[in-house]
């Protein structure tokens, strides 16, 4: 006669899969909703670090500070700032710039993400 060993099964059962699929495209959705907010977040910084490394703004006013970083604004499509919402500091003969905005992110329905954000030059 012959003996027939069970060998325990492996793998993962199809509940556990649609579950870790579910949690997988929640994730996902998720991501592609944040990640526009930090990309325009890298974005504002550069464009403050590079005015403020421009030796042609080095003495500019303000205006002319604030009307360059909305045209640059325009170029990259930034719309959660404009130039009116820079603060122009000048310590030590340099030029500080910064800004403090807040960005909703809508999630599902009525749930929405507030996120904080802060830029600053160095």
């Known amino acids: 006669m012959y003996r027939?060993?069970?060998?325990k099964q492996k793998g993962i059962?199809?509940?556990s899969l649609l579950i870790w699929s579910l949690i997988l495209i929640l994730g996902a959705i998720f991501g592609m909703?944040?990640?526009?907010?930090?990309?325009?977040?890298?974005?504002?910084?550069k464009h403050l670090t590079a005015i403020v490394q421009d030796t042609?703004?080095?003495?500019?006013?303000?205006?002319?500070?604030r009307l360059t970083f909305n045209k640059r604004a325009q170029v990259d499509n930034i719309k959660t700032i404009s130039g009116q919402d820079i603060k122009i500091k000048r310590e030590n003969g340099r030029t500080i710039l910064s800004t403090k905005y807040t960005?909703?992110?809508?999630?599902?329905?009525?749930?929405?993400l507030s996120?904080?954000?802060?830029?600053?030059?160095d």
């Open 115 to 121: 996120i904080d954000f802060e830029a600053t030059t």
């Open 56 to 65: 042609n703004l080095q003495n500019a006013d303000p205006n002319q500070i």
């Open 33 to 45: 909703k944040l990640v526009p907010a930090y990309i325009e977040h890298a974005a504002i910084k």
């Open 4 to 7: 027939m060993t069970i060998q």
């Open 103 to 112: 960005t909703k992110i809508p999630l599902a329905s009525n749930v929405s």
């Open 13 to 15: 059962s199809l509940s």
